[in-house]
């Protein structure tokens, strides 16, 4: 009994292990899903581990909220009966259906979502194995959610010159109860292409900026900005409009949801009314437009025409318009609106079969009454612009875009539409593309026509099916070794199926036309219809996006790095590596590796950026890489990018990646600690008496632990409009600069800086005199050590202190007159300073000389002389006949020593050694004007005595004018002589001083 269990359970054992090989799951997608109501959604579903045919059923149920129990039956695609009655005719009018994907996977479409369409969804496979082992269904949930989009922006008209800018702005808001997130795109719709939008710029759910392939150049300039400048507020610039930029305007926005499968989708869409551009030339401003009611008329039907100019000022200028029909003239309308036919149309115009008028100055329209199937063509309107009525040179032309018109015969009732049931595939996929034609009552002739998606140009011919069924290939599809064997099929009436078996690489995306003809008596009309097609390879699509959910960091917090990327094909067990690059800020050139990450985990850093290491964490989903950096310090301050390489699936990755994508640039930002430096700024004064030392006080209120100081001392001399003088700077390591105008060893030995504790510093001014006087202030720079390097936080300027002298009771007596002297280069001038009256016989004299405001020369109470400036030490004197003289002299004069001089003399007197020397009276003399005149000159007067020569000499110093002088001089002077004989012996020790003439 024991013996038979055991066998039995083995039996069993068995059996399980070989069925589960065969075990069949299906999975359904991944819920809750949130979706708006009206929106179109699709729930895709997929059987795997089956038995049977290829081709898999799939049955879709729904489990309402009011009754999660009771299954209720939507759409098969086996069974037409098998919907329950409140769905049969949404299924039947194909509201809802079924889209098969492949054998065993499919989409459920419903087109317009309502809210009963909330609830439990159910995908049930029937079985096809030979028993039941598995799961034959799956579930998930969807939700219906109020549409609380909404985008919108006041229609307009602009007109705009070239070069001009343009501000456009849309609100767009939401109030979805779920987390969502919003992109807004600008696009453009040009005149001539009315039905092909082109982007502007976006702004996607990822905050990441994208402009459109025309915009590029100008977006990367800075002339295309999108900014965000209100909660709900939207605003586009164009800076410098273009001609190209005339057209529509619009702004659209999308709300995107993050599904439960970490996949973002665009749950509704809302664009906002247009706004026309109208942009002016500079120059030539007109333009032509044509436009028909219809274009595509039966035999009979009436054609109207309208021509409308575009111009500044329009109705005071002079127009004439020609009506072209296949580039050949048909009629003229001259500036005062005669109308001249040609020979062929004027027939037709008496028969009243045509028609052509001017109804304004800017608009003229041509009517065609009972068109036939000759006036099918195109039709276009040249306006030219003259000066006057009768002229006949025009100023400018413009020809307008053509118009074709189609005429049927009226038996024609032909209809096309074009399909694709493979707008997305893989290269090595197949493409199925169908043609359907309707209302042919006559046999048709179809030609395929591609035009490449990347590389715009003519369209290429793919196949042709003639009315009899002769099938013939364009010349690149004949080879079958490269595409396979095309096949163009009609699967039935009025249906022709393209096949391309194996789709080559990206270049067969693009446009798929179909071009249709019904023949009938030798006539034949046209009708053709277009789809798009997407055929990604390993690096199509292939994008690399960096985000950071910050761009300003606080120094010491961590931040995130986010690198996310996508394809236009799966990404599910695709190798791939990462590396990620830096450039620090500010910016070197070139970006330094930081660290690459392989697809087998290993990881190798970067030798240049060693401070990374270590404060990095790296992390990877499924289609995203992650860079942690914890602490941020300055040094982390830059922009980031990530470099993505993949290889192809299922091989190792050796040798060069099959695709490589670079991220755009993240710039971050590292906000230094906020300075809290603050600094006292009470205005004060301080009076003392000359001689006496004082102290000018800088107090810090607060600042940062840890913080160092650098102090600067300024002096601001007492004219208001005075330039502040650096007097001394201690910066934060302790190291003393000194101002030019304080560098002299005489100035360091009175200016000191001193700190007094941790908070106050000092500015000791020893001995101070009047020349001190003025306002003293201080500059204070915070500084702190940030683990890489001191930063300054912060700098604040305190209050002034004015520093005043007692004036002394008695004045000294100098000259107050004022002079003018002039003196020849080279030679030695002496400008006087005489001191009168009596003074105290206890007291010492100090004299100062000055040109302008710059000190020249000081003479001390004890007798010893400073000179500020090195390079005038050794011309400058000062002879002191008797004690009361200060006259300076200046020796070898220079030009630039012109200039205003004057002295200044001090009364000194010591009361003791503990109080030193005081000020008991000063007097400042008047002003010198110094003139120099330049040596050559100087010689040339003497020689030239008389003024106008002199002058005539002074305004033409040329040479050959110079020697002419001198012969009329020396021709006069010998006539003189000759007259009276001899010179005078005055004139003679003149001219001889003068070394003017030499003796013969």
């Known amino acids: 009994m024991g013996l038979a269990r055991c066998l039995a359970a083995a039996f069993l054992y068995c059996l399980l292990v070989g069925f589960s090989t065969g075990q069949r799951v299906v999975t359904v997608q991944k819920g809750p899903l949130y979706r708006v109501r009206g929106s179109h959604i ?60 492949q054998g065993d996977a499919v989409l459920l479409h419903i087109t317009e979502l309502q809210d009963r369409d909330a609830g439990e969804y159910e995908c049930h496979t029937p079985n096809t194995d030979e028993r039941y082992f598995g799961s034959y269904s799956a579930k998930t949930n969807l939700s219906v959610i109020s549409d609380t989009l909404s985008a919108s922006m006041a229609p307009q008209v602009l007109t705009r010159t070239e070069g001009d800018m343009v501000d456009l702005t849309c609100e767009v808001s939401k ?29 996607s759910k990822d905050f990441v900026l994208s402009p459109g392939p025309s915009y590029l150049q100008r977006f990367l300039a800075g002339d295309v900005q999108l900014n965000k400048v209100g909660n709900t507020t939207y605003k586009l610039s164009i800076s410098g409009v273009q001609l190209l930029d005339q057209g529509q305007l619009y702004c659209e926005a999308a709300e995107w949801i993050e599904d439960p ?83 062929e149309y004027e027939k037709r115009a008496k028969l009243g079969q045509v028609r052509a008028f001017k109804q304004s100055n800017v608009v003229y329209v041509l009517t065609i009454y009972e068109v036939g199937l000759k006036d099918n063509g195109m039709y276009q309107c040249s306006v030219s612009e003259v000066r006057t009525p009768g002229d006949f040179h025009s100023i400018q032309t413009n020809l307008s875009s053509g118009i074709q018109v189609n005429v049927k015969p009226k038996g024609s009732r032909m209809r096309l539409s074009v399909s694709t049931s493979t707008p997305q595939v893989v290269a090595g996929d197949a493409l199925i593309l169908l043609c359907e034609v309707q209302g042919a009552t006559s046999p048709v002739s179809v030609q395929w026509w591609h035009l490449p998606l990347e590389h715009p140009g003519p369209q290429v011919l793919v196949a042709t099916m003639e009315q009899d069924g002769t099938l013939s290939l364009g010349s690149t599809y004949r080879d079958s070794r490269t595409r396979g064997s095309l096949r163009l099929e009609k699967a039935r009436s009025g249906a022709f199926t393209l096949v391309i078996p194996n789709t080559l690489d990206e270049g067969d995306s693009g446009r798929y036309w179909c071009k249709a003809t019904e023949w009938f008596r030798g006539q034949s009309w046209t009708e053709e219809g277009d789809t798009a097609v997407r055929v990604s390879s390993m690096g199509l699509g292939l994008q690399a996006t960096l985000r950071s959910r910050i761009a300003t960091i606080t120094y ?54 060693p401070h990374f290491r270590g404060k990095v964490q790296l992390m990877k989903t499924a289609t995203s890489f992650s860079l942690h950096i914890h602490s941020a310090m300055a040094a982390d301050e830059g922009t980031y990018r990530c470099e993505v390489e993949v290889w192809r699936r299922n091989t190792v990755p050796l040798g060069q990646p099959a695709a490589t994508a670079r991220s755009n640039a993240v710039g971050i930002k590292v906000v ?146 004022n002079h003018s002297i002039s003196a020849r280069e080279g030679e030695d001038v002496t400008l006087h300073c005489l001191l009168q009256g009596a003074r105290l016989p206890t007291t010492h004299l100090s004299a100062t000389w000055f040109r302008g405001e710059d000190s020249l020369l000081t003479l ?64 400042r003399s008047g002003y010198t004007q110094l003139t120099t005149v330049p040596t050559v000159l100087t010689g040339l007067s003497r020689i030239c005595s008389s003024p106008p020569l002199l002058n005539f000499i002074l305004y033409l110093p040329l040479v050959l004018i110079l020697l002419l002088a001198l012969a009329v ?21 003149e001219l001889q001083g003068a070394g003017g003439v030499k003796k013969t």
């Open 672 to 817: 230094l600690p906020e300075s809290k430096l603050r600094v006292a700024t009470k205005e004060s004064s301080v009076e003392i008496a000359s001689g006496a030392d004082t102290a000018i006080e800088c107090r810090i209120m607060s600042a940062q632990n840890n913080s160092q100081f650098a102090i600067t001392w300024y002096l601001l001399p007492a004219p208001v409009e005075a330039t502040p003088m650096q007097i001394i700077r201690a910066d934060y390591s302790s190291i003393l600069e000194y101002g030019a105008e304080f560098s002299s060893p005489a100035q360091k030995s009175r200016f000191l800086s001193q700190r007094v504790s941790s908070t106050v510093f000092w500015l000791q001014i020893l001995s101070a005199n009047p020349r001190d006087q003025g306002r003293y202030y201080c500059v204070v720079e915070e500084w702190l050590w940030l683990g890489n390097g001191w930063y300054k936080l912060g700098e604040e300027v305190s209050g002034r202190t004015m520093l005043e002298f007692k004036v002394p009771e008695r004045q000294l007596q100098l000259e107050k007159a």
């Open 175 to 203: 109030s979805t109860a779920q987390h969502t997130h919003l992109s807004v795109g600008w696009y453009h719709l040009h005149e001539a292409r009315e039905h092909h939008a082109e982007e502007v710029l976006t702004l």
């Open 556 to 609: 010491g917090n961590s931040f995130e790095l986010v690198c996310q990327v996508s394809a236009n094909y799966s990404l599910k067990e695709v190798p791939m590596s990462v590396g990620w690059f830096f450039q620090p800020s500010p910016p070197t050139g070139h970006y330094h590796e930081l660290v690459q990450v392989f697809p087998s985990g290993t990881v190798a850093w970067g030798a240049a950026q």
């Open 969 to 989: 001089f020396c021709w006069y002077f010998k006539f003189r002589k000759n007259k009276k004989g001899n010179s005078t012996g005055d004139e003679l020790m």
């Open 42 to 101: 699709t729930l895709w579903c997929k059987v795997s581990g089956y038995q049977g045919p290829a081709e898999q059923n799939f049955q879709w149920s729904i489990y309402l909220p009011s009754a999660p129990e009771r299954e209720v039956q939507i759409v098969s695609t086996v069974d037409p009966s098998f919907p329950y009655a409140i769905y049969t005719q949404r299924v039947r009018s194909r509201g809802i259906y079924v889209e098969r994907v």
């Open 261 to 343: 499968d970490e996949t973002w989708k665009d749950i509704s869409h809302k664009q906002t009314g247009r706004t026309l551009l109208v942009v002016m030339s500079w120059g030539r401003d007109l333009s032509v437009d044509i436009a028909a009611a219809e274009t595509s008329l039966s035999e009979g039907d009436t054609l109207q025409l309208d021509c409308t100019v575009g111009s500044q000022k329009s109705s005071s200028r002079h127009f004439q318009v020609l009506w072209l029909f296949d580039s050949v003239e048909m009629a003229r309308v001259d500036p005062k609106g005669v109308l001249i036919w040609e020979e």
């Open 860 to 923: 001390h109470c004890d007798g010893t002389i400073e000179y500020p400036w090195e390079s005038l030490a050794g011309r400058l004197y000062l002879r002191r006949p008797a004690a009361s003289d200060f006259s300076l002299t200046l020796s070898r004069v220079e030009g630039g020593d012109a200039g205003v001089y004057h002295c200044q003399v001090e009364e000194w007197q010591q009361l003791s050694e503990e109080k030193g020397w005081v000020l008991q009276a000063l007097a």
